[in-house]
């Protein structure tokens, strides 16, 4: 299994990031092809500090072949594309795989 993670630092304003995330870009990175699992969640620190990530979202794919597809597909570009329109606290993406 190969998860593509997305890590989306906090926004200026978090409640339009949500209402984007919910309208536009979840439904536009779920229709990557190859995609076989999906998972977003809010972050919280331990400590009760701001935590580092805002939100972390999971892409699961079967091989390292189906995501670099998936990543180059034009459905992987239009998401890739729509980072610049709500993720002004920036993004980190890292690979993780068995």
Same mark, same amino acid.
């Given at each position: ?26 439904? !536009? ?5 190859? @995609? ?13 500090? =701001?935590?580092?990530?805002? @939100?972390?979202?999971?892409?699961? %794919?079967?091989? =390292?072949?189906? !995501? ?17 329109? %709500? ?12």
């Amino acid at each position: 299994m190969y998860v593509l993670t997305v890590a989306y630092g906090r926004p200026e304003d978090a409640e339009a990031f949500d209402r984007h995330y919910a309208r536009v870009h979840r439904p !536009l990175a779920e229709r990557v092809p190859g @995609l076989v699992g999906f998972s977003a969640r809010h972050c919280s620190a331990l400590d009760g500090s =701001e935590p580092p990530y805002y @939100l972390v979202a999971e892409l699961s %794919f079967l091989t =390292e072949d189906s !995501l670099t597809e998936a990543l180059s597909s034009p459905e992987g570009q239009a998401a890739a594309a729509d980072l610049e329109n %709500f993720a002004d606290g920036g993004v980190t993406m890292f690979v993780q795989y068995d």
